[in-house]
């Protein structure tokens, strides 16, 4: 797991953007597995100034996102599907077909689950996968105590969760308490991971994801087994790690190769 602190959130997202327009660069083609939430907004930002002032070309591109609501349709202001093309797919040359969100309003959540797995390994797979962290530790909406080696399916949404993300409805009362996600064996395929984590309430989760056991209660934990994880903090997220010191150093003297810039 490479560690990489950053001086502050908006730094952060620039960094992540860099590892996947680099992606792109190297292979027009890339499939790109992308999150949403208040993290990742910067870096869309970001993805988006470079395809507008710097031509990064996004037309062969495929996307797939991590998840969405249950019951919500794509039009409604609070889906995922809505996010996307609010704040990244409106402002690049991606073709619309190419874009996934899991279908979170459909009578058959099973089936749609079944054909999402299916609609990733007819394209050969998540060449980056983008990721948040949430203050238990979940990624996607793999909450904890769930399996290590799930598949796209429908879980049900922590308290926790709840709590964190109910403002954005207004009335947390109308928040779903479900979603379909993509599960960690999913995420797990990607051939790249980038996970951004930022603030001070990431503390625990952060050294629990990278410093504790590997464990469910921990779902971010599984990323001590992927081949090649990014994990991309600012300063107050990476406070309570015991090897601060041992990730700057890496940092500080990697080879010119093995750098983003």
């Known amino acids: 797991m490479e560690v990489i602190i950053q001086e502050n959130p908006n730094d952060g997202c620039l960094l992540g953007a860099k590892i996947i327009a680099k ?3 190297d292979k027009p083609n890339a499939v790109l597995g992308l999150a949403t939430g208040r993290t990742p907004e910067k870096l869309y930002r970001e993805l988006a100034r470079m395809h507008r002032e710097e031509g990064l070309d996004f037309s062969q591109v495929t ?69 948040g962290l949430g203050r238990n530790g979940h990624i996607g909406f793999n909450e ?55 603030g001070p309430a990431k503390v625990r989760a952060v050294m629990e994801m990278i410093e504790g056991p590997l464990a469910a209660v921990c779902p971010g934990s599984a990323l001590q087994e992927h081949p090649r994880t990014t994990v991309v903090l600012d300063g107050n997220s990476s ?11 890496i940092e500080s003297h990697k080879l010119a190769w093995q750098r983003y810039d």
Request: hydrophobic share 40%; glycine share 8%; net charge negative.
């Open 23 to 25: 992606k792109i660069r």
């Open 63 to 131: 996307t797939f996102n991590l998840d969405e609501y249950v019951g919500l349709p794509p039009e409604h202001d609070q889906s995922y599907r809505y996010f996307m093309n609010e704040h990244l797919f409106r402002h690049i040359n991606v073709d619309l077909a190419n874009t996934h969100v899991p279908a979170g309003n459909l009578d058959d959540l099973h089936a749609e689950c079944r054909d999402y797995e299916k609609r990733i390994k007819a394209v050969g797979g998540i060449d980056i996968q983008l990721l």
């Open 144 to 198: 904890p105590t769930g399996s290590l080696r799930s598949r796209t399916w429908i879980k049900i949404l922590s308290e926790q969760t709840l709590n964190d993300n109910a403002a954005v409805f207004g009335d947390p009362g109308s928040m779903p308490k479900h979603a379909v996600t993509m599960g960690i064996g999913t995420i797990m395929e990607a051939r790249q991971i980038v996970l951004l984590a930022f």
């Open 239 to 249: 406070a309570g790690l015991q090897y601060l010191d041992h990730y700057r150093w």
